[in-house]
């Protein structure tokens, strides 16, 4: 049947362009967005709303806030939907909620690929050349539903940051195809099941001496957006901010693995703001030695 109700659960950037592709289709009807409370963020911990609730506010949706499990209880018996649609939001939904059947998930891989928290980033640090996007059915087990709807998608030689608003888009565009048609679940191989988890600060620390050029450069794709790569010296942590495994003017010739050679151009002392390799060597001539 054609889901003409939709409740929609979302948190971060990547869930907006789904939101507002779902508000403009024809024959839909958004019943509620529901989106966590409002958090402090920054130095000064100014308390700001999430993407999709700014979203959801100027599409004139109703909001509604989930700050427990027991909300989200109360949420689900709350309204009349056919359709609840999770993309990011963050929480594990109830079994009694998920034995409904009615919730469908986003996922950013090529499931049974990549299960859990950092699909992209994982596919990138281990040099896929194509990921994609799956609709699942939810199940208690994380990213373990049938598999509702599956699509591929080019991501060699692309950081995460990019790959994301890519995958954003191409969610919303896929969502027209996924309410008109005939769906058959298939479930999973879960022989072929690979697991991702989150990645840490000290995840982004580089070893120039064991780990290759091309290593490092999935490293520096991946952890675009946290935690960055950066080389322990003796002035600290210095981050890598611009890297490539080809010469330009003024690059910093860093020696690797396995006779391996990566170019550095910018990068970030602590306390400072990033700046070209060169500047950075003038006053720090040792800094990787």
Known sequence: ???????????PDIAVPSLEALAQTKDIEIVAVCTFPDRKIGRHQVLTPCPVKVSAKKLGLPLEEIKTKQDLTNVVSKY???????IAF???????????????????????????????QSAILNGDSVSGI????????????????????????INTSTVFQ??????????PEFLTQEINPNPQNEKAATFCTKFTK???????????????????????????IYIATSKGNVKLTEISLTPTEKDLKLPCAKNTSLFIHEAQVPGKKPMNISEILKGNPKLFE
Do not use: C, W
Request: proline share 6%; no cysteine; charged share 20%.
């Open 90 to 120: 963050g929480m594990i939904f109830p079994k009694e909620i998920l034995e409904s059947g009615k919730f469908i998930n986003v996922h950013f891989s090529l499931l049974p690929q990549y299960r859990g928290a950092s699909p992209v």
């Open 134 to 157: 799956t609709f699942q059915r939810m199940t208690f087990q994380l990213d373990a539903g049938d598999i509702l709807l599956q699509t591929e998608y080019p991501i060699e030689g």
């Open 80 to 86: 009349d939907f056919d359709l609840g649609i999770v």
């Open 1 to 11: 049947m054609f889901p003409k109700k939709i409740l929609f659960f979302g948190t």
């Open 202 to 228: 000290t995840d982004g620390e580089i070893f120039p001496n064991k780990e290759t050029a091309e290593n490092i450069y999935r490293k520096f794709l991946a952890f675009d957006i946290f935690p960055g």
């Open 166 to 175: 890519a995958f954003a888009e191409f969610t919303a565009e896929l969502f």
